[in-house]
């Protein structure tokens, strides 16, 4: 999610095309996907879709949606692809990937992807709204409401100290794919932390849900839009805010991460061919509340994805006949 998933990436894509290939979130290979369709007939019009899905559970929102009302009312072929962010958009250009749905920034896959080699083009807002930043469970807050003023970080960085950290206290990051300024920013605010790697978003969620429940201090990274804020309602530290041109190099950020309207990028060749696919990924536009919910169904009620999808397209009917509508 990684920014973002600026998810927002400061790492660079460092892999090769040949990762792209071998390479899929908790070590799947691109091989492993699932498809449906409708008749063959409508398949045969709409033909193969091929859909990034990237490592956290509100793009698996988004996917979901997507891929149900493309097989149920276009009969495409949908097939997912579970990737990293850099990796999905290595695809581009070789056809393996059609469309990213949220994309969080990535000024540098930008700068690859669409200004240089052309092999992508942007396809409009997702209408989601993303956040990121640090946060720490809502009893800290209020037991210590000066913790959320970033320049009083240091007088409680002993609290957080675990055996990971050190001397230091923790800052826990998610998935080591997402967009993260974490530790340049620990560096050049002169902060008495070490960034260490939770691994995925569900750990960032359940440390998070402990913390709060066990009354133990934690300071991590987290973003919105996510479901959990609903459970457990986190509160962000203030860093010093966002200016614009402020993150413009990785090295020196010293700001916060940027507000970011989420926007799906999808292949050059893709966009060209206008068929009913592209058609459908460009008009998509829902809310935070939107994906949420369909990401809920997901996390917590232990929905497939096609029926958090099912659940969510049959109560907004209006919404799935605006987007077919645009195509």
């Not at 492993?32 to 490592?55: E, H, I, K, M, R």
């Not at 804020?229 to 805010?241: A, C, D, G, R, T």
């Not at 460009?282 to 994805?305: C, G, H, M, P, Y």
């Amino acid at each position: 999610m990684t920014v973002i998933r600026t998810r927002r990436l400061a790492v660079a894509a460092t892999a090769t095309i040949t990762a792209l290939a071998l390479t899929a979130c908790g070590g799947a290979k691109v091989g492993a996907t699932s498809s449906g369709g409708g008749s063959s007939a409508q398949a045969a019009n709409c033909g193969t879709f091929n859909l990034a899905v990237n490592p956290w559970v509100g793009y698996e929102a988004d996917a979901a949606v997507v891929a149900y009302v493309a097989e149920k009312n276009l009969g495409c072929k949908v097939t997912k692809k579970n990737l990293k962010e850099q990796i999905s958009w290595q695809g581009f250009g070789t056809g393996e990937v059609d469309a990213v749905l949220e994309n969080w920034g990535h000024p540098e896959l930008v700068k690859q992807y669409i200004d240089e080699q052309k092999t992508a083009v942007d396809a409009g807002q997702t209408g989601n709204k993303g956040i990121i930043g640090w946060y720490v469970p809502p009893w800290m807050a209020t037991q210590y409401p000066d913790i959320t003023d970033w320049k009083n970080l240091n007088k409680y960085a002993s609290m957080f100290k675990t055996s990971e950290s050190g001397d230091k206290g923790q800052l826990l990051d998610g998935d080591p794919s997402y967009v993260t300024n974490d530790a340049a920013l620990v560096k050049n605010l002169k902060l008495d932390f070490k960034v260490v790697e939770g691994g995925s978003e569900t750990a960032l969620i359940q440390s998070f849900r402990q913390a709060e429940a066990k009354k133990t201090p934690l300071l991590a990274y987290f973003y919105e839009p996510q479901w959990f804020l609903n459970e457990v309602k986190l509160v962000k530290v203030n860093l010093p805010p966002y200016t614009t041109g402020c993150d413009a190099d990785p090295a020196k950020v010293a700001c916060d991460y940027p507000p970011y309207d989420l926007n799906k990028v999808v292949s050059k060749k893709f966009a060209d061919a206008n068929g009913p696919a592209y058609k459908l990924v460009k008009a998509f536009n829902w809310t935070n509340e939107d994906q949420n919910s369909v990401a809920r169904s997901i996390a917590v009620d232990k929905l497939t994805d096609d029926q958090a999808a099912k659940k969510w397209v049959d109560a907004n009917p209006d919404k799935v006949k605006a987007w077919l509508a645009q195509g």
